[in-house]
């Protein structure tokens, strides 16, 4: 049990508000890479909680979180790796374009 519970205090420490939140965050690999993680479950067609969001254009605010990461690691010249859990193509919704457009 000793062990279980080290497990869990290190993972506490390394939670973000975001993953609270909404299940996604980013975690800095090194000094050159980003990896960031993307709750894709919030854009599946068949997902009844999105009428649930505040702001259902940008469920849990991932988008501009998303946006500024990039920005972010742009800036530090760092590689960005984007990870998920729908695959583009699957059951997700489209009408996301708008907000890579204008970033």
Known sequence: ???????????????????????????????????LALNTNLYYRFNRAIPNFTNPDDPADQFQFMIDTLKDARAKQLSVHVIA???????????????????
């Open 1 to 35: 049990m000793v062990i279980h519970r080290s497990i869990v205090v290190k993972f506490l420490l390394f939670l973000q508000n975001t993953f609270l939140k909404g299940g996604y965050y980013k975690y800095v690999l090194g000094d050159k890479v980003v990896v």
């Open 85 to 103: 859990h729908i695959a583009p193509g699957g059951n997700e919704l489209v009408f996301y374009n708008h907000i890579l457009k204008n970033s």
